[in-house]
């Protein structure tokens, strides 16, 4: 990712088409979806996708950058009220933050969503082994990543995308278990999946246990 906000922002990759067919999926899977706060709207392909999808759509940054609708942080979303969004959605944000923004940014997602799509990137390289039958939607698909297992890393430096990211998946500390873990701690879990057509990305679809 370069570093050049403004040169960032004119790109589209794969990715952003991946990501916005995931978003459109997995929220009418959690049924009931009108209200969406994006957080990180990046190029604004997902915001207009959704949107022509019949969504209504709040963008949402702490980058004027992108342009966002409102401005603010993640781990501090006072400007809205309990449950305001029947969803929110922080697609590949989590990690920009440092690991002490964590569990007070997933407090805050639980506080103003009703349900929640969080998506988060996995460590490392990635060598992936798939067969698509062509028929009875057969998919099979083996994952291996590689990374360091061993080293420790304190998530209060960013170290990882450019200098982008703080932590990622994988790392010790950061273990898909010690973040479903935390994830826990705030939501149920609806469904979770690593993403087959864009192997860096695991993805959780929750429900808020604030919203009762």
Known sequence: MPIDREKWKEKLSLCNFINAYYHYRD???????????????????????????????TTFDIDNTFRPDITGSVHDMTM????????V?????????????????????SRIGRSALIYLPVAGRHMQFRWI???????????????????????????YCSGQHYWEIGVKGFRKKEITQRIRNHFEILHKYRNKDWPP????????????
Do not use: C
């Open 27 to 57: 929220l009418v899977s959690v049924g009931g979806i009108k209200s969406v706060l994006l957080i990180g709207p990046g190029q604004g392909l997902e915001a207009g996708i959704l949107r022509s999808r019949g969504f209504s759509v």
């Open 80 to 87: 809205f009220s309990n449950s305001q969004f029947d969803s």
């Open 89 to 109: 959605i922080a697609s590949h944000v989590l990690e920009h933050l440092a690991e002490p923004y964590l569990d007070q940014s997933l407090s805050e997602i």
């Open 133 to 159: 039958a062509g028929f009875k939607n057969i998919d099979l698909t083996f994952t291996i990543d590689l990374f360091n297992y061993f080293r420790r890393h304190d998530g209060k430096s960013a170290k």
């Open 201 to 212: 990305s695991y993805n959780f679809v929750l429900k808020s246990k604030s919203f009762k």
